[in-house]
Nanobody, 125 residues
Framework: VQLVESGGGSVQSGGSLRLSCATS????????IGWFRQTPGMEREAIAC?????????SYDASVKGRFTMSRDNARNTVYLQMNSLKPEDTATYYC??????????????????WGQGTLVSVSS
């Protein structure tokens, strides 16, 4: 199983970035896929979550709703996170993760089975 994030970088406040998460080794269409982020000294938090078991719905944390959009390319087993109107408080390491039980992402990161290595996003004011 592999999840490989890419697309992080440095951007000014108000700018945009698109993160990618290329996956392999598991049934892409049957797993919950989530985007998480973590800043030093803080717990990793879920910010977007796609749950195929619940009518293929995507949920967002309030901190990113309306600014970030999660999408997927089933042919490429890849998910994306389009991040617009970035703020300095969005600075973090971003991870994608997957799990098979359908419990979702927002009850803590311990329920996720597979993780990528993370990609750093830095937003300057």
């Amino acid at each position: 199983v592999q999840l490989v994030e890419s697309g992080g970088g440095s951007v000014q406040s108000g700018g945009s970035l698109r993160l990618s998460c290329a996956t392999s080794g598991f049934r892409f269409g049957e797993h919950v896929i989530g985007w998480f982020r973590q800043t030093p000294g803080m717990e990793r938090e879920a910010i977007a979550c796609f749950i195929p078991m619940m009518g293929a719905s995507t949920s967002y944390d309030a901190s990113v709703k309306g600014r970030f959009t999660m999408s997927r390319d089933n042919a490429r087993n890849t998910v994306y996170l389009q991040m617009n109107s970035l703020k300095p408080e969005d600075t973090a390491t971003y991870y994608c993760a997957a799990e098979a039980t359908g419990n979702g992402c927002f009850d803590g990161d311990s329920g996720m089975d597979y993780w990528g290595q993370g990609t750093l996003v830095s937003v300057s004011s």
